[in-house]
């Protein structure tokens, strides 16, 4: 009977003390609330920015390229390999190829890179008048000179599938 006490005792301390976090717990809420209101955060802090969604999409790197060129060979020789352990695989293959080995996803890397510099120097341009004059982007044409080109390219491909015939 005596260890029965002993273990009620316990329990109601516990209870009681978990009662008290709790209560405190919910003025901390309160608290913090009321304090919410009248925030004003510091100067230095900036609004996050904003991010244009058309924008061109950043050049894969060369081990990207190696990675999407090898990855469906490894999924189908080890069907049961995770995703994880998809890209352990191509990391260890990564790292195991010699230097001459990496030169052909390098150049395509190199080559991406390039282009995805100058497609974001043409989308930084589009709002500014003088990027036609600067050389950065081409001047738009019309929808009857693109129409026109159009059909001048199509014309130019029959005519060089005559001559082949």
Not at 10 to 37: C, D, G, N, P, V
Request: proline share 5%.
């Amino acid at each position: 009977a005596h260890s029965l006490c002993k273990l009620v005792g316990r329990s109601t301390r516990r209870s009681t003390q978990m009662l008290q976090s709790t209560s405190q717990s919910f003025l901390r809420s309160a608290q913090y609330e009321r304090e919410m209101k009248t925030y004003i955060p510091p100067k230095g802090e900036t609004e996050k920015k904003f991010k244009d969604p058309n924008a061109p999409k950043r050049s894969p790197s060369a081990f990207f390229l190696f990675c999407s060129e090898y990855r469906p060979k490894i999924k189908g020789e080890h069907s049961a390999f995770s995703i994880g352990d998809v890209a352990k695989k191509l990391g260890e293959m990564w790292n195991n190829t010699a230097a001459d080995g990496k030169q052909p996803e390098e150049k395509k890397a190199a080559k991406l890179k390039e282009q995805y510099k100058k497609d974001i120097a043409a989308d930084r341009a589009k709002g500014k008048p003088d990027a036609v004059k600067m050389g950065v982007v081409e001047p738009e044409k019309s929808k009857k000179k693109k129409e026109e080109e159009e059909e001048d390219e199509e014309d130019e491909d029959d005519d060089e599938e005559k001559d082949g015939e």
